[in-house]
């Protein structure tokens, strides 16, 4: 079945629709291109199932693409090659679902260019799906790189009618692109010397995840690599203070785009940090691992102090993902199986979890025109199906048992204070403890001053939720519920792939 089943036509797939849409050839008739581009999402999602389906343990995905018969860059050693194990697999699959939600909640929050705004969420897909395949440094950061572009456009692109935060979405979308820039001449010089002093010190001329091998590498020379990655890294997990581009661009973008942001885009910091320092850099990540530890500490208090701050619904739920990726960072830093296996499961529950809380911001943003708590109020009373929804996927936030995000954020707490690094992240692990209350205070915050209260007379007409809406909501409770109710169906396929 791996012979069926190829890298390539997933990654590839959406880049060439893409193109396809843009060309001058395709329809520009609204229903048609979003019709279309919902449908390859959904190709693209079965088969990202049906590559989990058939992964044999120990015998990843692999495949590597040749130009007329020789490597990418043959000279350097640099390869076009691609390897998924079991939690690329999860991350992969995770990926086409967000996209899959993305596409069906653009349906009433885009209203003009869309066919450059489909083709640019397509080509996303695939720069995200080939940062989590690459099996080449290079190759991970051309996709790195790639993703900047379509990201950029659609986060400041204008695709709303009368939107109030046009011109603050494109100044979201350059800080955006500054920010990643300078993470990536960070994450660059990383990959640059770790590709030289793997030759100087084993003599293999090889850029393949495969051929890297760190104990004949000076350990200076180790952790200043490992640095310059873990800041390209920080950037877009993001790491304290490297993270202000986050709230501003969630809070100015199309409600789609921040459930991309938030779901997934996130994801692939702590997934580098996985992949180059846990992986490839294990001597360095031990040392650098407890002073890294205090980071997500303060990722996961600060900004969940910020958060309760925070008047717009947005900006909540924005400054709560990067409290919540201080938790993926903190389960990476014990260094260990059950760390890794709950950062991992994070990723997934934390990405159900956005997806849900965004859908619900742009439901009540479209019919009350108003992201603040302040000022909203009563909603329940007209949206009832929209408030049970809320209700739930709120209480999944906070970490309520049955839903995801209880379980990945216990086993990071157990994690952390089984971990034989040091001390430093135990104590971490135990100053974390609040972040179930503090996270508490502000969701629930949101939840009652946004849908008790008196109803304004202007919204008594307002319509409750649509079949359309009703779907994408109750995918997102149902992954959470599965994931909780049964974890080792996630936990026990994600173990097989961490070394």
């Known amino acids: 079945m791996n012979n069926f089943l190829t890298i390539p036509f997933l990654i590839f797939f959406p880049m060439i629709i893409s193109f396809l849409i843009l060309s001058p050839f395709f329809t520009s008739n609204e229903i048609s291109v979003r019709r279309f581009t919902k449908g390859i999402c959904f190709i693209n999602f079965v088969y990202s199932i049906l590559m989990i389906i058939f992964y044999s343990t120990g015998n990843p995905y692999t495949s590597e693409i040749h130009f007329f018969g020789m490597n990418w860059v043959q000279s350097l050693g640099i390869k076009f090659s691609f390897r998924a194990d079991s939690i690329s697999v999860i991350l992969s699959a995770l990926t086409c679902f967000v996209f899959l939600l993305a596409s069906s909640a653009s349906k009433l929050n885009i209203r003009k260019n869309h066919k450059f705004y489909y083709s640019m969420l397509l080509l996303l897909e695939s720069a995200i799906l080939g940062i989590f395949n690459a099996n080449d440094m290079f190759l991970f950061f051309l996709f790195w790189e790639l993703e900047m572009i379509p990201a950029y456009f659609l986060i400041g692109g204008e695709f709303q009618e009368n939107n109030e935060y046009a011109q603050d979405a494109k100044k979201s979308a350059i800080k955006f692109v500054l920010f990643t820039f300078f993470g990536s001449m960070f994450m660059l010089l990383g990959i640059l010397l770790l590709h030289y ?27 200043l690599i490992a640095i310059s990655l873990i800041i390209g890294f920080g950037v877009k997990l ?30 692939t910091g702590g997934y580098g940090i996985y992949r180059f ?14 002073f890294l530890a205090i980071f ?15 008047d717009d619904i947005k900006r909540i739920v924005a400054y709560s993902s990067i409290s919540n990726m201080g938790l993926i960072l903190l389960g990476l830093c014990a260094i260990n199986r059950i760390g890794i296996s709950a ?24 019919r009350f025109k108003d992201r ?24 999944a936030s906070i970490g309520v048992p049955l839903f995801a995000p209880f379980i990945s954020e216990i086993l990071t707490i157990i994690a952390s204070l089984n971990s034989d690094i040091s001390d430093i992240i135990k104590f971490v692990a135990l100053f974390s403890l609040p972040l179930l209350i503090l996270s508490s205070c502000y969701m629930l ?49 994600v173990g097989n792939g961490i070394n």
């Open 197 to 223: 002093y793997n030759f100087a010190a084993n003599g293999v001329l090889s850029a393949s995840f495969n051929d890297i091998t760190d104990s004949t590498i000076p350990l200076s020379i180790q952790i």
């Open 238 to 267: 993001p790491i304290i203070p490297l993270h202000t581009w986050l709230p501003d661009a969630h809070t100015n973008a199309p409600v789609p785009i921040s459930m991309i942001l938030a779901g997934i885009l996130l994801k």
């Open 277 to 290: 320092n846990y992986e490839l850099l294990p001597q360095s990540f031990q040392i650098i691992a407890p």
């Open 296 to 310: 997500a500490l303060i990722n996961i208090i600060y900004t969940a102090f910020i958060a309760y701050a925070q």
């Open 343 to 366: 950062s991992i499961f994070h990723m997934v529950s934390h990405g159900l979890v956005t997806c849900g809380l965004f859908m619900i911001t742009g439901i009540v943003y479209l």
């Open 372 to 395: 603040n708590i302040n000022t909203l109020s009563g909603v329940a009373t007209v949206m009832p199906r929209l408030f049970g929804f809320s209700v739930l996927i709120v209480l």
């Open 445 to 493: 915050k949101f939840l009652h001053k946004s849908f008790f209260g008196g109803l304004k007379a202007e919204y008594a007409k307002v319509n409750d939720i649509s079949v359309h809406e009703f779907v994408i909501l109750a995918s997102v409770l149902t992954g959470l519920l599965i994931f909780g109710i049964f974890p080792d169906t996630l936990l026990s396929f």
